[in-house]
């Protein structure tokens, strides 16, 4: 179970869109349906923002969206507003069974 | 409302064990497809996956942890227990609880977490 890999930081201008990678194997990522992300604003706990690669929780704005391809996943955030600027992780569950790996975590800034 | 609240000792020596507990409402760990899930985040660094118990009493261990790590449940009391033996100043990290519904494979509701420091 090694983390999956997310590149460490991210920025885009207001109003525009930011994506971030996080690639695993063909165990983890590439084997999974379960795939998702975490937003974590600073002394903060983690909130879902997305669910089985691509679904938004109720209340998500749909600004946050996520796709699979191959053993990478990617969380694009579209519109960025100052309040997206946070740490996200994904997370996948390791093909059928019930172990986890969460993403090395990527700091997104808003300029 | 689903919530759930983590507590244990804010401070461990080197060499003891850490036992946390985490107390949940809302929701029956009894209940088809409800679990929970521990997840640890060391000060500035990333979330890592520690255990999980699901609502047949099934467990499930990080690898790299597993001869350190046990969970339990308590379903009288709605808690479920984790214990990291052998601890040392790298387990130092904010330890979270969360639940986890199958066949979702996701954490939809996470405690506050709980600081615990190996010194």
């Known amino acids: 179970q090694s983390a999956l890999t997310q590149p460490p930081s991210a920025s885009g201008s207001l109003g525009q869109s930011v994506t971030i990678s996080c690639t695993g194997t063909?165990?983890?990522?590439?084997?999974?349906?379960?795939v998702s992300w975490y937003q974590q604003h600073p002394g903060k706990v983690p909130k879902v923002i997305i669910y089985?690669?691509?679904k938004r929780p109720s209340g998500v704005p749909d600004r946050f969206s996520g796709s699979k391809s191959g053993n990478t996943a990617s969380l694009t955030v579209s519109g960025l507003q100052a309040d997206d600027e946070a740490d996200y992780y994904c997370c996948s569950d390791v093909g059928d069974t019930r172990l986890f790996v969460f993403g090395t975590g990527t700091k997104v800034t808003v300029l | 409302q689903v919530t759930l609240r983590e507590s244990g000792p804010a401070l461990v020596k080197p060499k003891q064990t850490l036992a946390l507990t985490c107390t949940f409402s809302g929701f029956s760990l009894t209940s088809f497809g409800m679990c929970v899930s521990w997840i640890r985040q060391p000060p500035g660094k990333a979330l890592e996956w520690l255990a999980f118990?699901?609502?047949?009493?099934?467990?499930y261990y990080n690898s790299s942890l597993r001869t350190r790590l046990t969970i339990s449940r308590d379903t009288s009391k709605n808690q479920v227990i984790l214990t990291l033996t052998n601890v040392d100043p790298v387990d130092t990290a904010a330890y979270y609880c969360?639940?986890?519904?199958?066949?979702?494979?996701?954490?939809?509701?996470w405690g506050q977490g709980t600081l615990v420091t190996v010194s």
């Open positions: 063909g165990s983890d990522v590439g084997d999974s349906n379960s």
């Open positions: 118990i699901d609502w047949d009493g099934d467990k």
């Open positions: 969360a639940r986890v519904r199958h066949p979702w494979n996701f954490f939809d509701s």
């Open positions: 089985e690669v691509s």
